[in-house]
């Protein structure tokens, strides 16, 4: 699974935003007994598909929780932030920060909301941030992957009861650069 394939996940963010210190938007699939959910944003650092990890997640519904504002490390450019909400195997535990091995976070994950997202907004604008991104109110919001035939998908705002985790097996994310 590529950096990219995942942070197109994140594509469509609704009106559930936030600029509160914790903000939750509501998701529509439970997690699966005795996993962990998290989230897992993916940045402009690193070298694997997830760079920092910051968030938790009641089980039902699935709500996640993140401490805004969001950790720059988290961010692209201190910009925005894709964050995907992933379910962990049952006694797999890693600590909110940078993620130090991708690779036994990457099997770890049991389920992945891979067509849906978290997109964390901040003020900064630049010429070089996703055209996508404007959709996107400030704070935390949830999004959609919006494929394209050609070139690279894109987000759109999704109400956050859309989102759901699927298995891994099975997910395909979003390709958006």
Same mark, same amino acid.
Not at 16 to 44: H, K, Q, Y
């Given at each position: 699974?590529?950096?990219?394939?995942?942070? =197109?996940?994140?594509?469509?963010?609704? *009106?559930?935003?936030?600029?509160?210190? +914790?903000?939750?938007?509501?998701?529509?699939?439970?997690?699966?007994?005795?996993?962990?959910? &998290?989230?897992? !944003?993916?940045?402009?650092?690193?070298?694997?598909?997830?760079?920092?990890?910051?968030?938790?997640? +009641?089980?039902? %519904?699935?709500?996640?929780?993140?401490?805004?504002? =969001? *950790?720059?490390?988290?961010?692209?450019?201190?910009?925005?932030?894709?964050?995907? %909400?992933? +379910?962990?195997?049952?006694?797999?535990?890693?600590? @909110?920060?940078?993620?130090? @091995?991708? /690779?036994?976070?990457? /099997?770890?994950?049991? &389920?992945?909301?891979?067509?849906?997202? $978290?997109?964390? &907004? #901040?003020?900064? #604008?630049?010429? @070089? $941030? %996703?055209? !996508? =991104?404007?959709?996107?109110? /400030?704070?935390?919001?949830?999004?959609?992957?919006?494929?394209?035939?050609?070139?690279?998908?894109?987000?759109?705002?999704?109400?956050?009861?859309?989102?759901? =985790?699927?298995? &891994?097996?099975?997910?395909?994310?979003?390709? @958006?650069?």
């Amino acid at each position: 699974m590529t950096k990219n394939m995942i942070a =197109l996940a994140v594509l469509g963010v609704a *009106a559930c935003s936030s600029s509160s210190d +914790e903000a939750g938007p509501d998701a529509a699939t439970p997690v699966t007994d005795n996993a962990s959910a &998290r989230i897992a !944003w993916i940045a402009d650092h690193g070298a694997g598909d997830y760079t920092f990890l910051d968030g938790t997640a +009641e089980v039902s %519904p699935f709500t996640p929780h993140v401490t805004l504002p =969001l *950790a720059n490390d988290a961010t692209v450019s201190q910009a925005y932030g894709i964050g995907i %909400p992933i +379910e962990l195997a049952a006694g797999f535990s890693a600590p @909110d920060g940078l993620v130090t @091995d991708d /690779e036994a976070l990457d /099997e770890a994950i049991q &389920r992945m909301a891979a067509d849906y997202a $978290l997109v964390y &907004r #901040t003020s900064v #604008t630049s010429p @070089d $941030l %996703p055209s !996508w =991104l404007v959709a996107f109110p /400030e704070g935390l919001s949830c999004g959609v992957c919006v494929h394209a035939d050609q070139g690279f998908d894109s987000y759109a705002p999704v109400a956050c009861d859309k989102v759901m =985790l699927v298995d &891994r097996a099975g997910a395909h994310g979003c390709n @958006d650069h």
